[in-house]
């Protein structure tokens, strides 16, 4: 979806889809981006949405998002990491 918002030549936050804690170090690394958002890919609404405003919050985040089954009960595996801030592009790494 994001992608396709990109294309529109519309705004979007830039973010990636991370499965571990390595992925969003080399995210973080690279966008020099915080604070960000961290929420389980397969999720609902606002459930396990973390607002991590330093790298260690966003850091311990992977591990929730992968102890979490998603409401229609399976377990997810990735997270996505996207920025709060009024950093945006109009690409998405997603």
Same mark, same amino acid.
């Given at each position: 979806?994001?992608?396709?918002?990109?294309?529109?030549?519309? *705004? $979007?936050?830039?973010?990636?889809? $991370?499965?571990? %804690?390595?992925?969003?170090?080399?995210?973080?690394?690279? @966008?020099? %981006?915080? +604070?960000?958002? %961290?929420? +389980?890919?397969?999720?609902?609404? @606002?459930?396990? %949405?973390?607002?991590?405003?330093?790298? &260690?919050?966003?850091?311990?985040? +992977?591990?929730?998002? =992968?102890?979490?089954?998603?409401?229609? &009960?399976? *377990?997810?595996?990735?997270?996505?990491?996207?920025?709060?801030?009024?950093? =945006?592009?109009?690409?998405?790494?997603?």
């Amino acid at each position: 979806m994001m992608n396709a918002v990109a294309r529109a030549g519309l *705004r $979007v936050p830039l973010g990636a889809r $991370v499965g571990s %804690v390595e992925d969003l170090d080399d995210w973080l690394a690279a @966008s020099r %981006v915080l +604070p960000v958002v %961290v929420k +389980p890919a397969a999720s609902a609404g @606002s459930e396990g %949405v973390y607002f991590c405003a330093d790298e &260690a919050q966003a850091r311990a985040r +992977p591990r929730s998002c =992968s102890a979490r089954r998603t409401p229609w &009960a399976s *377990r997810t595996t990735r997270c996505w990491c996207r920025s709060s801030s009024s950093a =945006s592009s109009t690409s998405s790494t997603a």
